[in-house]
C-alpha cells in the first residue's frame, strides 16, 4: 500500500506542522532561571553553604538569530526548511532548539517524500525527546502506508509504527496549551493529531491482519478528523469484509465512494459488491 491520498497528505503535514511549531521553544530569549535556593543560615547568621549558585547558561546571539530564521519560515516551504535546518543542527549540534529543528525537518522531508531521511531526521528527534508527539504521530502514520511486505524489517516496522502510535495516545490528553494558541486551535490541534494517530494504528493493526483492531481504531480516526480520508474508510471495508460484516463493509465502502479522488470508483464497486455478499449471507451472530 503506498500514500496516495493528496488531501491526507496535506492535512498531515499542516497539523503535524501546527504541533511542531508550539512543541518547540517559542521564546528566543530565554529567561533567566530562578535565583538558587539559600540554604539554611546557621546561627550566626552566615549561609551554611556560602557556594555561589550556578550561572544561568550563555545565550549566542548568532545562534538565536539563526534559529528565529528558520522559526519564521512559511508553513509548506519544505526546501527552505530543510536547507536552513540542516545548516542549523551541523552549526549547533547541541542546541537547545535540536528537538523542534528535527521534528520541523521530518515534517518537511514527509512533505518531499524523502522517507529515509524523514526517518534519520525522526529519529534524532526523538533521540532528544521521546515524547515528541507530533514525529511519533507521524513516524507511526507512514509506516504502514509506505512499507513494502517484501522487506526483511517489515515487522518491525510495524511494531515500531504501533509502539509510537500508542504511545502518542497517551501523551496527546495531557499535552499542554502553550500560550500563543487558542482554546480553539489547540483543541482542533489535537483532536486532528489524535485522529491522525488512530488512523496509522489502524493501518498497523490492518497489516498485521488484527481486523477487529484495524476496525476499531479506524472507525475512531474517521469519526473525529475534519476531513476523513477515504483510503482509511476503504481500509476498513477490506477489514470488515474479512470478518463477514459485509452489511458494515458496504456502508464503510460507500463513504469512500463519497470522497472524490482515485478510490471512488473502486469504493463504488465494492460497495456494490458488499451489498450482493450481505444479502447472499446474514451477518454473524455477535457474542
Not at 496509522?200 to 469519526?223: I, P
Request: charged share 20%; aromatic share 8%.
Amino acid at each position: 500500500m503506498t500514500i496516495q491520498s493528496i488531501r491526507k497528505k496535506l492535512t498531515l503535514a499542516a497539523f503535524v506542522f501546527a504541533l511542531a511549531l508550539f512543541s518547540a521553544p517559542h521564546s528566543l530569549a530565554q529567561q533567566a532561571p530562578a535565583p538558587a535556593a539559600q540554604p539554611p543560615a546557621d546561627k550566626s547568621g552566615a549561609p551554611a553553604d556560602a557556594a555561589t549558585p550556578p550561572a544561568a547558561p550563555k545565550v549566542d546571539p548568532a545562534e538565536e538569530a539563526d534559529y528565529k530564521a528558520f522559526f519564521d519560515l512559511k508553513p509548506g516551504d519544505n526546501d527552505q526548511h530543510i536547507a536552513l535546518g540542516e545548516a542549523f543542527v551541523q552549526k549547533y549540534p547541541n542546541s537547545k532548539y535540536a528537538e523542534g529543528v528535527y521534528a520541523q525537518l521530518a515534517t518537511a522531508e514527509y512533505n518531499k517524500q524523502d522517507f529515509s531521511k524523514m526517518y534519520v531526521d525522526a529519529d534524532k528527534a526523538l533521540a532528544v525527546n521521546p515524547d515528541e508527539v507530533t514525529v511519533l504521530v507521524l513516524v507511526g502514520w507512514v509506516i504502514p502506508h509506505s512499507s513494502n511486505s517484501n522487506d526483511v524489517n517489515y515487522d518491525a516496522q510495524l511494531d515500531k509504527a504501533e509502539k509510537y502510535e500508542k504511545h502518542a495516545l497517551e501523551l496527546l490528553p495531557a499535552l499542554p496549551k502553550p500560550a500563543s494558541m487558542t482554546d480553539e486551535a489547540f483543541a482542533k490541534a489535537k483532536s486532528e493529531s489524535t485522529s491522525q494517530a488512530h488512523s496509522g494504528l489502524g493501518l498497523v493493526y490492518f497489516r498485521k491482519q488484527n481486523y477487529e483492531g484495524a476496525v476499531a481504531e479506524l472507525t475512531k480516526g474517521t469519526s473525529t478528523a475534519s476531513s476523513p480520508d477515504p483510503t482509511d474508510y476503504y481500509v476498513m471495508g477490506v477489514s470488515l469484509g474479512h470478518l463477514d460484516r459485509y452489511a458494515e463493509a458496504a456502508d464503510a465502502y460507500t463513504k469512500c465512494a463519497a470522497i472524490p479522488g482515485g478510490l471512488q470508483a473502486r469504493c463504488k464497486q465494492q460497495a456494490d459488491d458488499a451489498k450482493k455478499q450481505a444479502a447472499a449471507k446474514p451477518a454473524p451472530a455477535k457474542p
